[in-house]
Antibody
Framework: EVQLVESGGGLVQPGRSLKLSCAAS????????MAWVRQAPKKGLEWVAT????????YYPDSVKGRFTISRDNAKSSLYLQMNSLKSEDTATYYC?????????WGQGVMVTVSS | DIQMTQSPASLSASLGETVTIECRAS??????LAWYQQKPGKSPQLLIY???SLHTGVPSRFSGSGSGTQYSLKINSLQSEDVASYFC?????????FGSGTKLEIK
């Protein structure tokens, strides 16, 4: 059974940093692209970052480019999202997802609140 | 960027009814479209991919159709467990983009 478990969320002040983690199990992690998707409270879904199987290629939307960094450790079956220079508009639930162009499995999500 | 326009924003229907949700892309996405269901307080779950292929374990009362820029999700024989928000997503090109969602309630 595919499982994705996020951690690392919480309350952070504007301008500060936070790093999210996602522990994967139930599939061969190194064979899949992975991604982060977020959802602001009562809002829709927004793709945040994608990473290739080896980690050599990463993709971001303009809204987070230069501030967020996605990475992975295939030996640990783990995905990460380093978020710097956080803004209030980054407040959202962040989901780790397995990516095959579409998102075929999702974690339960972790809440990030950016507020002073 | 490819914009996804989803309608309606909300929908109320009776048990056993058939409902349809529409999604329009701002350009041809060549069937690179997925539909997700998000139940209250839960993470999204994949329903349909490639516009019309049912994901593993999804009940056959769900179906997808469309081509080019116009796509739809149909739910036959509405059940109480179908109360959820539904989102479309295009994966023809980056940035990956979602529709704004449809909230489905039981009348």
């Amino acid at each position: 059974e595919v499982q994705l478990v996020e951690s690392g969320g919480g309350l952070v002040q504007p301008g500060r940093s936070l790093k999210l983690s996602c522990a994967a199990s139930g599939f061969t992690f190194s064979n899949y692209y992975m991604a982060w998707v977020r959802q602001a409270p009562k809002k829709g879904l927004e793709w945040v970052a994608t990473i290739s199987t080896s980690g050599s290629r990463t993709y971001y939307p303009d809204s987070v480019k230069g501030r967020f960094t996605i990475s992975r450790d295939n030996a640990k079956s783990s995905l990460y999202l380093q978020m710097n220079s956080l803004k209030s508009e980054d407040t959202a639930t962040y989901y780790c997802a397995r990516l095959q162009w579409l998102f075929d499995y999702w974690g339960q999500g972790v809440m990030v609140t950016v507020s002073s | 960027d490819i914009q996804m326009t989803q309608s309606p924003a909300s929908l109320s229907a009776s048990l056993g009814e058939t409902v349809t949700i529409e999604c329009r892309a701002s350009e041809d996405i060549y069937n690179g479209l997925a539909w997700y269901q998000q139940k209250p307080g839960k993470s999204p779950q994949l329903l349909i991919y490639n516009a019309n292929s049912l994901h593993t374990g999804v009940p056959s009362r769900f179906s997808g159709s469309g081509s080019g820029t116009q796509y739809s999700l149909k739910i036959n024989s509405l059940q109480s467990e179908d109360v959820a928000s539904y989102f479309c997503q295009q994966y023809y090109n980056y940035p990956l983009t979602f529709g704004s969602g449809t909230k489905l309630e039981i009348k």
